[in-house]
């Protein structure tokens, strides 16, 4: 991935060193970068190097000041805590940008997965890409001044949004929810930004951020539901993203619950995002409120016990259980694991989730968890930060 023509190569102390020895310390970085600490045990086991590989090339980046070295615990594990290698980073900086239904997210963190500024803005609904482009420059800009760093320290820009992408073009899907958003999103933003950009789908960059910071680093294997505006899905196996032959394995929202049933956005009918998108229950609820309510007023009758609110939001956790119960009944996954508005609307989510699946899934995995994502909001513009850093900063 080219970088900034200002960029400085983390190994530009190391410029005599042959290009073989300058390749395993490249591999190093990268691998630090992309997954954050590791002890030398996991630097073996993720790149397949010996004990004394390992030892050779961390002993030239820690004598070049590249990395550090120090005793922490690892995350989830118990006994004494291990020597971890770490990224000494200097100003290095990667952006996460999620443009979501009605608003933009920007997240700014340094390469050593440390976030320095994040911001929201509203754009409405029916934005335009010029426009949201526009507003993501001008939150980028201020939290560049905030963190005291200039673009040319900046690895590159991670970009998330909804719906199935063709990557040969870097175009969004006819079926997007970004309905003004057409052609090639990666040359458009390169006229707002000036650095590399990685284009995502958020449902599966939402995941990534799971998988590394949140709810998914716990379990090898995992299904992840966006259960949002659009409902979107992804899997994960022994703890890499399964693509599929196109690139769009996990569109979960698209299985047919209701065959059918209300015509959807891919131009199916009955889908399970025509059932408990956040859209369809807000029509159901518009017809027992008497008019269309925002958000907030949902949230705070459901809070309150409303009897109407909670039985609509009782027959969503019930469809939902009962589609995540047939997708375990096929992957077999360690966890299921939820995000989204819809997942964070009330607590007994996880509860009435893992009934259904307990209600129609095979036995033996009938007691699949269910556990809602710990990153919130944030979780596709922090994946967004994870894919760049997984293209690596040197």
């Given at each position: 991935?080219?970088?900034h023509?200002?960029?400085?190569d983390?190994l530009?102390?190391?410029r005599?060193?042959?290009?073989g020895?300058r390749?395993?310390?490249?591999?190093?970085?990268?691998l630090?970068?992309?997954?954050?600490?590791?002890?030398?045990?996991?630097?073996?086991?993720?790149?397949?190097?010996?004990?004394?590989?390992v030892?050779?090339v961390?002993?030239?980046l820690l004598d070049e000041?590249v990395?550090?070295?120090?005793?922490?615990?690892?995350?989830?594990?118990?006994?004494?805590?291990?020597?971890?290698?770490?990224?000494v980073?200097?100003?290095?900086a990667?952006?996460?940008?999620?443009?979501?239904?009605?608003?933009?997210?920007?997240?700014?963190?340094?390469?050593?997965?440390?976030?320095?500024a994040?911001?929201?803005?509203e754009l409405?609904?029916d934005?335009?890409?010029?426009?949201?482009?526009?507003?993501?420059r001008?939150?980028i800009?201020?939290?560049?001044?905030?963190a005291a760093i200039?673009?040319?320290d900046?690895?590159?820009?991670?970009?998330?949004?909804?719906?199935p992408?063709?990557?040969e073009?870097n175009a969004?899907?006819?079926?997007?929810l970004?309905p003004h958003w057409?052609?090639?999103?990666?040359a458009?933003?390169?006229?707002?930004?000036?650095c590399p950009?990685?284009?995502?789908n958020?449902?599966r960059?939402?995941?990534?951020?799971?998988?590394?910071?949140g709810?998914g680093?716990?379990?090898?294997?995992?299904?992840?539901?966006?259960?949002?505006?659009g409902v979107?899905?992804?899997?994960?196996?022994n703890?890499?993203?399964?693509?599929?032959a196109?690139?769009?394995?996990?569109?979960?929202?698209?299985?047919v619950?209701v065959?059918?049933?209300?015509?959807?956005?891919?131009?199916?009918r009955g889908c399970l995002?025509?059932?408990?998108?956040?859209?369809?229950?807000?029509?159901?609820?518009?017809?027992?409120?008497?008019h269309?309510?925002?958000?907030?007023?949902v949230?705070r009758?459901?809070?309150?016990?409303?009897a109407?609110?909670?039985?609509?939001?009782?027959?969503?956790?019930?469809?939902?259980g009962?589609?995540?119960?047939?997708?375990?009944?096929?992957?077999?996954?360690?966890a299921?694991?939820?995000g989204?508005?819809?997942?964070?609307?009330?607590r007994d989510?996880?509860?009435?989730?893992?009934?259904g699946?307990?209600?129609?899934?095979?036995?033996a995995?009938?007691?699949t968890p269910?556990?809602?994502?710990a990153l919130?909001?944030g979780a596709?513009?922090?994946?967004?930060?994870?894919?760049?850093l997984?293209?690596?900063?040197?």
């Open positions: 991935m080219a970088k023509p200002g960029y400085q983390p530009r102390g190391l005599t060193v042959s290009e020895r390749t395993k310390l490249a591999e190093l970085i990268n630090i970068a992309a997954k954050g600490a590791m002890s030398r045990a996991q630097v073996m086991a993720e790149l397949g190097w010996s004990r004394t590989l030892t050779r961390a002993t030239l000041g990395i550090g070295e120090e005793v922490a615990a690892e995350p989830g594990r118990r006994g004494r805590p291990t020597a971890q290698l770490r990224l980073v200097g100003r290095a990667t952006i996460g940008i999620d443009f979501g239904y009605r608003s933009v997210r920007t997240i700014l963190a340094s390469v050593d997965h440390t976030i320095l994040s911001d929201e803005r409405g609904d934005y335009g890409p010029d426009e949201a482009l526009a507003s993501a001008d939150m800009e201020d939290m560049l001044a905030s200039e673009w040319s900046i690895v590159g820009a991670g970009i998330a949004i909804s719906g992408i063709d990557y073009n969004p899907s006819l079926h997007s970004l057409s052609g090639d999103v990666v458009r933003a390169s006229e707002y930004l000036p950009i990685v284009l995502g958020d449902t960059l939402a995941c990534y951020a799971e998988l590394l910071w709810a680093r716990d379990f090898d294997s995992f299904l992840y539901l966006k259960l949002h505006s979107g899905g992804a899997y994960v196996l703890r890499r993203i399964v693509s599929g196109t690139g769009v394995a996990g569109e979960f929202g698209h299985m619950l065959p059918g049933g209300e015509r959807c956005r891919c131009g199916g995002e025509t059932v408990v998108g956040v859209p369809a229950i807000m029509r159901g609820l518009s017809v027992s409120y008497g269309t309510p925002e958000w907030k007023e949230m009758r459901l809070a309150a016990g409303e109407g609110t909670r039985a609509v939001f009782a027959e969503a956790y019930e469809s939902i009962r589609a995540t119960a047939s997708l375990c009944n096929i992957i077999d996954p360690g299921v694991i939820l989204g508005a819809l997942s964070r609307a009330s989510i996880e509860d009435r989730v893992e009934e699946i307990r209600a129609h899934a095979l036995p995995c009938a007691d269910v556990r809602v994502g919130g909001r596709a513009a922090l994946g967004a930060v994870g894919a760049v997984m293209k690596g900063i040197v």
